[in-house]
């Protein structure tokens, strides 16, 4: 039997939902994309987020640049299923709103893209960006599930935007009654 794994992101059928900026220092700096590399956060600096677009808040926000604010219940829950090694969960206050929230910094990345069955191109220097030279452009995600194997919430070498949950992930998710975001299956079927 082929395991399944589960793209999270915005779920855009909820259109009465809020909408979050991105994090930012207590110093102003912002922080877009910080948050996506899989590296740990040690900085003390408290980090706050603004809310762009009025509504219902949600229990997992994306915030743009594939940063995740998420409850803390949302973070108790993946501590209590996960443990909290392959994960940090860095408070962060909302501007004008009492919830305690956090960013969700992931730190597995995994190289698992089923590049046979995904559709992308790769960075190149006419791209202008040295940085992202032989990175993945997808426009559509697939991942081997035999390489994906043992990791539950990560993110995909290469491709980093993407944050990717086992069905074990999505179960917890949906049996805590998450909000704000959508799963998508990232395995092929024959």
Not at 35 to 49: A, I, Q, T
Not at 132 to 144: A, C, F, K, Q, V
Not at 157 to 183: D, N
Request: glycine share 8%.
């Amino acid at each position: 039997m082929t395991m399944d794994f589960f793209e999270i992101g915005l779920n855009y059928d909820d259109v009465a939902r809020w909408y979050l900026g991105q994090p930012t220092t207590s110093k102003g700096k912002v922080l877009p994309g910080t948050f996506r590399n899989c590296m740990p956060w040690g900085e003390p600096d408290p980090l706050s987020v603004e809310i762009m677009q009025a509504g219902t808040p949600a229990t997992f926000n994306h915030s743009g640049h594939s940063v995740y604010i998420v409850t803390q219940e949302i973070v108790k829950e993946l501590q209590s299923t996960l443990g909290s090694n392959l994960f940090q969960g860095i408070p962060i206050s909302i501007v004008s709103h009492p919830g305690n929230y956090e960013v969700l910094n992931v730190l597995d990345s995994v190289d698992c893209v089923d590049e046979k069955n995904s559709e992308f191109s790769r960075w190149t220097t006419e791209d202008g960006r040295p940085e992202r030279i032989g990175d993945y452009r997808m426009s559509l995600l697939r991942i081997d599930p035999e390489r994906a194997r043992g990791h539950d919430l990560f993110r995909v070498k290469g491709w980093e935007i993407a944050l990717i949950c086992s069905k074990k992930i999505k179960q917890c998710l949906e049996k805590a009654g998450v909000t704000g975001i959508r799963f998508k299956s990232v395995v092929h079927r024959e």
